[in-house]
């Protein structure tokens, strides 16, 4: 027996429903714990605007598809819902939607908090949680945090099922994560953990992008307030932590969105737009209010829910344009003739205002490829809204030209200059992601040319890289000691390798990303000004003679760093570097150090400026009234700190 519903919801619920601004959704949608004339049970209510009749069937019914008919609620847009005495949590259940052809659909909801683990594909009833946080603090101070430009953020990026896994090839809890990445990655000084799709999905040997289930963490981990442990722990461990979140397309799974009601719903009827070609998957229709409504609170769903500090937006630039992959002919201009992805561009304007009104202090980063304007610029003024977007040129460009031959580099270091002719462009992470370990690619490690041990020194001198470059950081799992092979979803990471008597000089790498962490985190000199010209000045990209790059990381009122690069497999003895500020200068991290796997080679202690300008290399940004003669170990990059601030 089953109770209509359709009174439970108020004018304003079905107002901002039919607005498409209903940002708690799925308080309104869904599966929610309820009683009638004093009976316990569940409400059940979904979205299906063109269903010519929707039941629920699950365990609480013997799934019996006529036993729980769902009833319309007036005003609503195509809400169906009722009340279904004596159903109790962890019980699966799915809508039994009837197509206007007549067609018996059995759906998974796509507003449930939980789903069971595959091969099944039901969902679950499960309540919004009742995890007791301990993270006020962190939340607090998040909220009142300063700008996002002037905070460090380097980020470890994890896939969960492959990070780590059990005796037997069984996959680490949240639990387990919480006991043990955590105090990983807090020994390596990131600031945070950048976590692979959690939501459901049907595919264990999977990256988590083919989503089901948006509302439902994976269970392959555990439940959904173990997952909220995870976070709270990284919380008050000092750890930030990041969703990767897929709004740009979804799987064509018969029993999750796609033709949700028996016609296309979630995605747009045209096939031209519906049909993502490179995923096999469907497009979501960003022109439909309810759409957009259903997206945008599921990015609020994780940030408040599971008080996520931000959202990495996969896939932007496949949602801007409409002839993303697409062949000639097999695409349908906008209203303007031009190939922008006009309701796109809407969807992101508003999710990046409603998140950032929403939730203050949580971010926004796009993987955005292309040249794309004003993706970090504000959405009121015309922006996409953004607080970040991933350089994909700069590590292409960075990962190509450390891939040449050392001998060869010479004639090619415009490839690493070129990056900070556009690097203060938009507000930009730098990327060395899990799409740059797979498909052939190999891993970071196996990129560099040379035997293991220039391999070490070439991945070295590219982390230094990485962290002087003015911008955001993030590196994959695994690069903390060399991977050596590529990453796969299916097994754990080679963890035996830097402890192995063979391997001398993988666990270096940790430590030198330790340090790189801590100067990165603890100089303002590194981080305060990193999206903009006046923290950076170059003192040396122009020397035809070797692959030597120089230049400086500032701030008002602090010790400026100065940055020394060595692309040869030659030292450089004696080389002259402008030095803008007289004086002493002390060296802080060499790359070539003992303790990081290297021969102690190169410059050390405290090196002191002498006049003499340096020609050859001008560069009007800086006086060169002075200049540090330094030796410059083979591949290696040195960073000496002024023991004078600048005014």
Not at 139 to 150: D, L, N, W
Not at 431 to 458: C, I, R, T, W, Y
Request: overall charge negative; proline content about 7%; some cysteine.
């Amino acid at each position: 027996m089953s109770y209509s519903a359709r009174n439970d919801f108020s004018a304003f619920d079905l107002h901002l429903l039919g607005e498409g601004r209903h940002w708690e959704l799925y308080r309104f949608l869904g599966a929610h714990p309820a009683e009638e004339n004093g009976v316990p049970g569940w409400r059940f209510a979904v979205w299906a605007p063109r269903a010519k009749a929707v039941s629920v069937a699950g365990d609480f019914n013997n799934w019996d598809w006529e036993a729980a008919p769902l009833l319309p609620v007036e005003q609503s847009g195509g809400v169906w819902a009722a009340f279904v005495p004596g159903a109790r949590a962890g019980q699966r259940y799915k809508f039994g939607i009837r197509a206007r052809d007549g067609a018996l659909l059995h759906k998974a909801d796509p507003l449930a908090f939980a789903a069971e683990l595959r091969p099944g594909n039901a969902s679950v009833t499960a309540g919004l949680g009742s995890h007791a946080w301990n993270d006020a603090d962190w939340m607090r101070r998040r909220a009142e945090s300063p700008s996002f430009g002037e905070r460090p953020m380097s980020i470890y990026e994890v896939h969960a099922g492959s990070w780590r896994r059990k005796d037997g090839n069984g996959w680490l809890s949240y639990a387990d994560l919480a006991r043990e990445l955590i105090p990983h990655v807090r020994d390596l000084g990131f600031t945070h953990i950048e976590f692979l799709p959690l939501a459901e999905h049907p595919l264990d040997e999977s990256w988590g992008y083919q989503t089901g289930g948006y509302f439902a963490p994976t269970s392959r981990f555990g439940s959904p307030d173990e997952l909220r442990g995870l976070v709270d722990a990284c919380h008050q461990a000092g750890l930030g932590v990041i969703l990767d979140w897929v709004p740009a397309h979804f799987p064509k799974d018969s029993f999750a969105l796609a033709r949700f009601d028996g016609a296309p719903l979630y995605e747009y009827a045209d096939p031209r737009r519906a049909e993502h070609p490179d995923w096999g998957t469907l497009v979501f229709d960003y022109g439909r209010p309810q759409v957009r409504n259903f997206l945008i609170a599921n990015a609020l769903y994780w940030l408040k829910e599971f008080h996520f500090d931000g959202l990495r937006v996969d896939a932007v630039s496949s949602m801007l344009y409409l002839d993303y992959s697409r062949k000639a002919g097999g695409w349908v201009p906008n209203s303007l003739g031009g190939r922008e992805h006009l309701e796109a561009m809407d969807f992101l304007r508003e999710l990046n205002a409603v998140v950032h009104e929403q939730v203050p202090g949580a971010i926004t980063c796009a993987e955005e490829a292309s040249a794309w304007p004003g993706v970090t610029r504000p959405s009121k003024d015309g922006g996409l809204g953004f607080d970040c977007k991933w350089n994909m040129g700069w590590m292409h460009d960075s990962l190509d030209y450390l891939r040449i031959a050392p001998q060869q580099r010479r004639a090619r270091l415009n490839a690493l200059t070129f990056s900070l002719t556009y690097a203060f462009s938009e507000r930009f992470l730098l990327p060395l992601s899990h799409d740059e370990v797979v498909h052939g690619k190999a891993s970071l490690f196996g990129k560099m040319p040379g035997g293991p041990e220039q391999k070490l020194a070439n991945l070295r001198l590219l982390y230094a890289w990485m962290w002087a470059h003015p911008g955001k950081k993030l590196l994959f799992m695994g690069g903390e000691f060399g991977q050596k092979n590529e990453w796969s979803e299916a097994r754990s990471l080679d963890w035996p390798l830097p402890d192995s008597p063979d391997e001398a000089g993988r666990a270096g790498l940790g430590t030198l990303l330790r340090d790189l962490n801590a100067l990165y985190r603890e100089e303002p000199a590194m981080h305060a000004k990193e999206h903009g010209w006046e923290g950076f000045t170059w003192l040396d990209c122009k020397n035809n003679a070797a692959p030597v790059l120089a230049f400086l990381r500032v701030a008002p009122g602090e010790r400026p760093l100065l940055w020394a690069f060595n692309f040869s497999p030659a030292e450089q003895r004696n080389y002259a570097v402008p030095c803008p500020l007289a004086g002493a200068w002390n060296l802080r991290l060499n790359t070539d150090s003992r303790f990081y796997g290297g021969r102690d080679g190169g410059s050390g202690g405290r090196l002191c400026s002498t006049p003499g300008r340096v020609t050859g290399r001008p560069l009007p940004s800086v006086p060169h009234e002075d200049r540090l003669l330094l030796t410059l170990p083979p591949l290696a990059a040195l960073a000496l700190q002024a023991e004078e601030a600048l005014p």
